[in-house]
């Protein structure tokens, strides 16, 4: 009995084992009010610290849960003129997902003999009954204002879509093999393909690197936006720090809106070393090759927009993309030599096979290239102001292009000199190969030890002194074999 007392009342099995429903609703309801939180306790702080604030608390409130739901990716109004807005801070909406796919995965690892989406389901509706008081009480009068009908639409869009994820992530975690009817198997689309195009056991090692290509284009984006972030402040008078100068409250409100922006940025400028750029406005266009802009708002990330005309030196954001694709040539390369894991892989794959694995990375980064520069733009007014962001199909197709145009032939480079004259044996060493000599194999094993690729002095040193040592005691195993063996009897 004590225990039973002890046990918290919402952790008490329900009848088909697992916790109750009103412990998932509660959990997301939770997993909202979180969320919302992480927006609200900082612009409640800074209406408290602006001296003369133009709102009442109520507004402050509105605010918050209008900047919560443009977290989301839900549309919002702005200002008296009802402008839409659309540019999604990606950071808050990678917190959003974030938290609702961890409670999705919780809720599967707990969900007992219930039915499989019982649990989740009750998740999401707790979740999305915070959004409807959100939104309803966001659609006052007020800085930002919400829609309730579409900003219900996407939240509940978006929390189910992550809740989804968390549960088959959680499944899989909890029972191996559960949640495997419904995965879509990559391998059966290589299978359709003839044998010669077909790489055997080939799709993790393309999500692998299509995953390298994606990081190393964010990196570049990232390395853009810093290098744009010194020569303002070094070369460029300080524009953007000139925008911070409008008092403590003004200062740090700014500083919070560029963090929760700052992956859009990072993404804009991925984007801008692929070739297409961005644009912030309708009729403007900041890529290598120049830029073209016109009036743009005063806000620190746009302060960092190069000035207008030619590219010029600029151009040299161009190979970004092109370092961004050697390390998936290189993945993809040592899968096509059969060395995708430590015992060798299935064997080596033919040339067009390789350049198969190739072109479907591309395709699949180009792919994710398209979703992440649809969801990093959007629009900021009416009128001129409402294209802002990448074109998410020529960001696509660019990411592919340079993808395939590095991936293809540094993947087939890769294997042939994986599986090139360093792998074969030497002739020389063939000629002395002796059964007698050798009969415990020592010269077999020391060409399955010795790599077919050596880079660098020290590989090539360690390759070496293995080679020696197994000489060696194939030597001295032969030697020994020859004093201890009898000789016939008269």
């Keep these: 009995m004590t225990q039973l007392m002890g046990r918290p009342l919402l952790e008490v099995p329900g009848e088909l084992g697992g916790r109750p429903a009103l412990a998932d609703l509660l959990a997301g309801v939770r997993t909202a009010l979180v969320g919302l939180a992480v927006v609200g306790v900082p612009v409640l702080g800074l209406w408290v610290a602006t001296p003369y604030a133009d709102s009442d608390a109520a507004g402050a409130t509105r605010l918050a849960g209008a900047l919560w739901l443009l977290g989301h990716g839900a549309p919002v109004l702005r200002g008296g003129a009802d402008a839409p807005l659309t540019v999604t801070p990606l950071l808050l909406g990678a917190l959003a997902v974030v938290r609702l796919y961890r409670a999705g995965a919780g809720v599967a690892a707990r969900r007992g003999l219930r039915s499989r989406w019982g649990g989740p389901l009750a998740l999401w509706a707790g979740y999305c009954a915070v959004a409807v008081v959100v939104a309803l009480h966001s659609a006052g009068a007020g800085l930002f204002r919400s829609r309730v009908l579409p900003d219900l639409l996407v939240v509940g869009l978006v929390a189910g879509l992550a809740t989804a994820a968390g549960v088959r992530s959680g499944e899989a975690a909890g029972t191996p093999g559960a949640g495997g009817a419904g995965r879509i198997d990559a391998e059966a689309l290589f299978d359709r393909?003839?044998?010669?195009?077909?790489?055997?056991?080939?799709?993790?090692?393309?999500?692998?690197?299509?995953?390298?290509?994606?990081?190393?284009?964010?990196?570049?984006?990232?390395?853009?936006?810093?290098?744009?972030?010194?020569?303002?402040?070094?070369?460029?008078?300080?524009?953007?720090?000139?925008?911070?100068?409008?008092?403590?409250?003004?200062?740090?409100?700014?500083?919070?809106?560029?963090?929760?922006?700052?992956?859009?940025?990072?993404?804009?400028?991925?984007?801008?070393?692929?070739?297409?750029?961005?644009?912030?406005?309708?009729?403007?266009?900041?890529?290598?090759?120049?830029?073209?802009?016109?009036?743009?708002?005063?806000?620190?990330?746009?302060?960092?927009?190069?000035?207008?005309?030619?590219?010029?030196?600029?151009?040299?954001?161009?190979?970004?993309?092109?370092l961004a694709g050697l390390v998936p040539a290189l993945l993809l390369g040592r899968a096509a030599a059969g060395r995708r894991s430590p015992s060798g892989g299935d064997g080596p794959w033919p040339p067009a096979a390789t350049a198969t694995a190739a072109l479907a990375?591309?395709?699949?980064?180009?792919?994710?290239?398209?979703?992440?520069?649809?969801?990093?733009?959007?629009?900021?007014?009416?009128?001129?102001?409402?294209?802002?962001?990448?074109?998410?199909?020529?960001?696509?197709?660019?990411?592919?292009?340079?993808?395939?145009?590095?991936?293809?032939?540094?993947?087939?480079?890769?294997?042939?000199?994986?599986?090139?004259?360093?792998?074969?044996?030497?002739?020389?060493?063939?000629?002395?190969?002796?059964?007698?000599?050798?009969?415990?194999?020592?010269?077999?094993?020391?060409?399955?030890?010795?790599?077919?690729?050596?880079v660098g002095a020290y590989a090539r040193l360690a390759t070496r002194t293995r080679r020696s040592a197994l000489r060696l005691r194939a030597g001295t195993h032969a030697l020994v074999r020859r004093l201890s063996a009898r000789r016939p009897a008269d």
């Design 361 to 454: 990375a591309a395709l699949l980064l180009g792919a994710g290239a398209t979703l992440l520069g649809w969801l990093s733009g959007g629009a900021l007014a009416a009128e001129r102001m409402a294209r802002l962001g990448p074109v998410p199909w020529w960001t696509g197709l660019a990411a592919a292009g340079w993808l395939a145009l590095v991936a293809v032939p540094g993947a087939l480079l890769v294997r042939h000199r994986m599986l090139g004259p360093a792998s074969v044996e030497d002739p020389a060493e063939a000629l002395d190969d002796d059964p007698a000599e050798d009969p415990a194999g020592d010269r077999a094993r020391e060409r399955a030890w010795a790599p077919a690729s050596v």
């Design 193 to 322: 393909l003839p044998p010669g195009w077909r790489p055997t056991g080939g799709a993790p090692v393309v999500c692998r690197a299509a995953g390298a290509a994606a990081a190393g284009l964010l990196a570049a984006g990232g390395l853009l936006v810093a290098v744009a972030a010194v020569l303002d402040a070094v070369a460029g008078g300080g524009r953007g720090m000139a925008l911070l100068g409008g008092g403590p409250a003004a200062l740090v409100g700014l500083v919070l809106v560029t963090v929760a922006l700052l992956p859009n940025a990072v993404l804009w400028g991925a984007a801008y070393a692929l070739g297409p750029g961005f644009e912030v406005g309708a009729g403007s266009l900041v890529s290598p090759g120049g830029a073209e802009l016109g009036p743009v708002p005063e806000f620190p990330l746009f302060a960092l927009l190069p000035q207008e005309g030619p590219g010029g030196w600029r151009l040299a954001a161009l190979l970004l993309p092109l």
